[in-house]
């Protein structure tokens, strides 16, 4: 079945400690991104990739990380998780060149406290 | 930034009837697409409309497109309950593979 999975699902943390959101899709898909989603905001952009070691800043890449070293995965790193970054994120691939549409994950509720 | 605004933010309607969404949009751009997202969960692309294009159509939804207004609509005929969910405008640019995403309209229908 084609894919993208997140994980984990929820997570509860603390400020300041180091955590790591992991996608992956299973479609051979050029083009990942990460969203985040608050209320009365819709979905802001991250970061994204365009494909293997390929990646540029979103709408709101201020303390996240990315990485793109293999096609079916793109992480999505927070050195130092503060409240501010307590959201709902979604990550979501797309063919790339001509092909637009996107394929969303079940998102992954983080709360930072 | 937000490039798609939708309106209106909320719609409630009975079942059966027709909901109507619009969306505004500043800057040209390649297409627009309409999601939706069920409470919490991941958007699921509905319908992807090009810049060339006027009118589209997907089972009880219908897409229209004007680029001299910079907007767009989402008909969706004969609404059930499981219409109820939240829907989204999406734009996407000439270059790059970006979307950028509207607040959405948040629909409720009423069985």
């Known amino acids: 079945e084609a894919q993208v999975t997140q994980n984990p699902r929820y997570l509860i943390t603390v400020t300041g400690k180091k955590l790591t959101v992991t996608c992956s899709q299973n479609m051979n898909h050029e083009y990942m991104s990460w969203y985040r989603q608050d209320p009365g905001l819709g979905l802001r952009q991250i970061y994204y990739?365009?494909?293997?070691?390929?990646?540029d800043k979103g709408d709101v890449p201020e303390g996240y990380k990315v990485s793109r070293k293999e096609k079916r995965n793109f992480p999505l790193i927070l050195e130092s998780p503060s409240p501010n970054q307590t959201s709902l994120y979604f990550c979501?691939?797309?063919?790339?060149?001509?092909?637009?549409?996107?394929?969303f994950g079940p998102g992954t509720r983080l709360t930072v406290t | 930034s937000q490039q798609g605004e939708e309106d209106p933010q909320a719609l409630s309607i009975q079942e059966g009837e027709n909901a109507t969404m619009n969306c505004s949009y500043k800057t040209s751009i390649n297409n627009l697409q309409w999601y939706r997202q069920n409470s919490g969960r991941g958007l699921v692309h509905l319908i992807l409309?090009?810049?060339?294009?006027r009118e589209k159509h997907s089972g009880r939804l219908r897409v229209t497109l004007d680029t001299s207004k910079k907007s767009s609509s989402l008909l969706i005929t004969a609404s059930r309950a499981a219409d109820t969910a939240s829907y989204f405008c999406?734009?996407?640019?000439?270059?790059?593979?970006?979307?950028?995403f509207g607040g959405g309209t948040r629909v409720l229908v009423k069985p």
């Open positions: 999406a734009t996407h640019k000439a270059a790059g593979n970006k979307l950028t």
């Open positions: 979501a691939s797309s063919g790339g060149t001509g092909s637009y549409e996107q394929y």
């Open positions: 990739s365009m494909n293997v070691e390929v990646t």
């Open positions: 409309i090009r810049s060339n294009e």
